[in-house]
């Protein structure tokens, strides 16, 4: 079972730090290397499942036989151009919050706005 | 075994005792500067040697060009990064060790 | 254990520690740094599972443009994190590990890794993307071919994706938000930094050359239209943060930058509305060239991967041109 599986358990610890830093951690930007992090162990276990032993890379050449899939490959290729452009319209979101606010933190976010709604 | 397979392991052998070393110069050495030095042992001696151990193992030379491309790459690059560095630090009045000093 | 086994375990665990050092670290710059860490070594993962193109992109994208960004977000809101409260830290503790829980728990179903009877490598589709794309495409490198053919409208479906986060970005950070700001110029200070104007100056035809080469070699090995642009964009981040951006605004003007944005995507569509004048479906390239369906085929892939590069490096550099230009209200 470990010998089979232990690449997807070791992913999954991935991801759970990274969930863990998006729920626990206050700072907005701290929030998105979190999100980050769990797009990354995403990605790993996406990939993890088309791989063959001893197969290569999914590009026919001469005098190999077994290829790894393409398909999920493909799929994380464009996941991981779509991650990046959220990385950035998060970070200005961010930018524009921390203009507004004078903060990044959730709590002084929240803060703030409780204070001006009952003002 | 032939004589170009242990050329090629000797050099990469030397190349990741050379990268070894700069991972422990990065976290024994007591300060900045020093620290720079280590990290490009990394650069330049490990990766060049590595890099060479690669090169005599080529099936072909296209394989080869790229190699020395990389390694060209590598050697112009490498330095300015250092160089940057601690032109930057000396700028920001990052102090100087001196013997006898804390570990900074 | 193999030596496989040896350097997928040492490289997860490296990943592992890295992650947990991040989460624990209150100083955002370094966290960023360690970011970059962490997507250069899952780069090699990547490699390590045969995933060429993946760890392509992986490596221009999350260590060269996403660790720009950051530290551009860093420099315009604060740098320190505040400490976390125990009570904030259990409802996400008790989260991932129940979650965690119940992905160890569901992966006992999962085939084994590596296996090659598992449902993904049985499927037909496994042949015809492998086997029949030679006769269909004739492209060696199948992850282009599906990227670009089979599968284009996926592709194309995330072309708008990038061109509405670039939007958006100029939305929130352009200059039409602060148009006091309109004739503000920081005052770069590199002049004696003399070793990286000469080197970044030498480097930088080479960068862009490098970038068409990748765009145009994607048929044959890994390559392709994002890693192309993404690598594009590289190179011009790398001209505005040595030489100053209204140097670098001055080669490329906003126009001409926010021009660019659609215009792949114009093309991309453009190129599926061509091949439905001409007889076939929506992005059927097999019409591009009448009597032989595989020249047609490559040359809609050589036009969606120029467009995705167009594209996708507009944007790339618009975002980086946003986040530089805004004056920080620190």
Redo the contacts between chains.
């Keep these: 079972m470990i010998r089979s599986h232990y690449v997807f358990w070791l992913v999954f610890a991935l991801m759970m730090i990274g969930l863990y830093v998006v729920i626990s951690h206050g700072n907005l930007l701290k929030k998105l290397i979190g999100l980050s992090m769990f797009q990354v162990g995403v990605f790993l276990f996406f990939i993890s499942l088309g791989k063959v032993d001893g197969g290569s890379a999914p590009i026919i050449s001469e005098g190999v036989e077994t290829y790894s899939h393409p398909l999920p490959q493909v799929l994380i290729l464009t996941a991981i151009v779509v991650g990046v452009a959220t990385l950035a319209v998060g970070l200005a979101l961010a930018v524009r919050v921390f203009e507004a606010y004078g903060t990044v933190e959730e709590e002084e976010l929240l803060e703030r706005d409780q204070d001006e709604a009952t003002t | 075994m032939t004589v170009l397979d242990v050329v090629s392991g000797v050099l990469l052998s030397v190349g990741a005792v050379f990268v070894l070393s700069g991972g422990v110069g990065l976290l024994r050495f007591p300060d900045f500067y020093t620290r720079i030095h280590a990290a490009g042992i990394t650069d330049s001696a490990g990766a060049g040697l590595i890099l060479l151990g690669l090169l005599v193992q080529t099936p072909s030379w296209e394989t080869g060009v790229r190699l020395m491309i990389i390694m060209l790459f590598m050697v112009l690059t490498g330095p300015t990064a250092t160089y940057v560095l601690a032109f930057a630090a000396r700028r920001d009045g990052l102090p100087i060790w001196h013997e006898g000093d804390g570990r900074r | 254990m193999t030596t496989f086994?040896l350097i997928?375990?040492t490289l997860?665990?490296i990943?592992?520690a890295t992650?947990?050092t991040?989460?624990r670290m209150r100083a955002?710059y370094e966290?960023?740094m360690l970011?970059a860490l962490?997507?250069l070594v899952?780069a090699c993962?990547?490699v390590l599972?045969?995933?060429?193109?993946?760890a392509f992109?992986?490596a221009a994208?999350?260590v060269g443009?996403?660790t720009v960004?950051?530290l551009?977000?860093?420099s315009?809101?604060?740098s320190r994190?505040?400490v976390?409260p125990r009570r904030?830290?259990l409802?996400?503790?008790a989260?991932?590990?129940l979650?965690?829980g119940t992905?160890?728990y569901a992966?006992?179903d999962?085939p084994?890794?590596?296996?090659?009877d598992?449902p993904?490598?049985s499927h037909p589709?496994?042949d015809v993307?492998?086997r029949q794309s030679?006769e269909d495409i004739g492209i060696?490198?199948?992850?282009t071919s599906?990227?670009a053919s089979y599968?284009g409208l996926?592709?194309l479906g995330?072309l708008v994706?990038?061109v509405?986060?670039?939007v958006?970005?100029l939305l929130?950070?352009g200059p039409l938000t602060r148009p006091e700001d309109a004739g503000w110029r920081k005052a770069l200070d590199l002049v004696?930094?003399r070793?990286?104007r000469v080197?970044s100056g030498?480097?930088m035809p080479f960068i862009l050359l490098f970038a068409l080469y990748v765009l145009f070699h994607g048929d044959?090995?890994?390559g392709?239209g994002?890693q192309a642009g993404?690598i594009f964009a590289t190179g011009f981040v790398l001209y505005g943060l040595v030489f100053g951006l209204d140097k670098a605004q001055r080669v490329l003007p906003k126009a001409v930058l926010w021009s660019l944005i659609p215009l792949g995507l114009v093309l991309f569509i453009g190129l599926g509305v061509v091949s439905m004048l001409l007889g076939g479906s929506f992005l059927d390239y097999d019409t591009l060239s009448p009597g032989d369906p595989a020249a047609g085929q490559h040359l809609g892939i050589l036009l969606v991967e120029a467009a995705i590069g167009i594209t996708?490096a507009a944007?790339m550099t618009s975002?980086f041109f946003?986040?530089a230009g805004?004056r920080a209200?620190r």
């Design positions: 086994v997928n375990v997860l665990v990943l592992t992650a947990l991040i989460s955002l966290a960023t970011t962490f997507s899952t993962l990547f599972l045969d995933a060429v193109d993946v992109t992986e994208v999350g443009i996403s960004l950051l551009g977000g860093l315009l809101t604060r994190e505040t976390t904030r830290r409802p996400g503790a989260v991932a590990a979650t965690g992905l160890i992966a006992q999962l084994g890794f590596g296996a090659a598992t993904v490598q589709i496994t993307y492998l030679q060696p490198n199948t992850v599906v990227l599968r996926d592709t995330e994706v990038v509405t986060a670039g958006a970005v929130l950070l004696d930094y070793v990286l080197v030498l480097l044959f090995g890994p392709g994002f993404v996708v944007v975002v946003s986040f805004r209200t």
